[in-house]
């Protein structure tokens, strides 16, 4: 059973940057994949970044040049740099693996006000 951990959300001013992590336990053996989507008020769940061992890495396009996933291996962790956040970036955001089924943790909230 893999549980996922989310922290580091919070309020922050449009241009600022903030940074996600995601700790996995439960398990000893390195994830294939970590990544994370977000869920705005009224919209459906969306990737946000994905990444897979051997580095390949997917952004979705609203945050290509902003955002940065990466991954702590020894750890099972990943992480969610985000810079010049917009108001739009404004979310619950979750951590996703998946290992014969679909993990995901309890989300964390990033909002993005002035």
């Known amino acids: 059973q893999v549980q996922l951990v989310e922290s580091g959300g919070g309020l922050v001013q449009p241009g600022e940057s903030l940074t996600l992590s995601c700790a996995a336990s439960?398990?000893?053996?390195?994830?294939?994949?970590m990544n994370w989507y977000r869920q705005a008020p009224g919209k459906d769940r969306e990737l946000v970044a994905r990444?897979?061992?051997?580095?390949?890495?997917t952004y979705a396009d609203s945050v290509k040049g902003r955002f940065v996933i990466s991954r702590d291996g020894t750890n099972n962790a990943v992480y969610l740099q985000m810079n010049s956040l917009k108001v739009e970036d404004t979310a619950v955001y979750y951590c996703?693996?998946?290992?014969?089924?679909?993990?995901w943790g309890k989300g964390t909230l990033v909002t993005v006000s002035s």
């Open positions: 996703h693996t998946v290992w014969g089924r679909e993990y």
């Open positions: 439960g398990i000893t053996f390195k994830l294939y994949q």
């Open positions: 990444h897979i061992s051997g580095g390949s890495i």
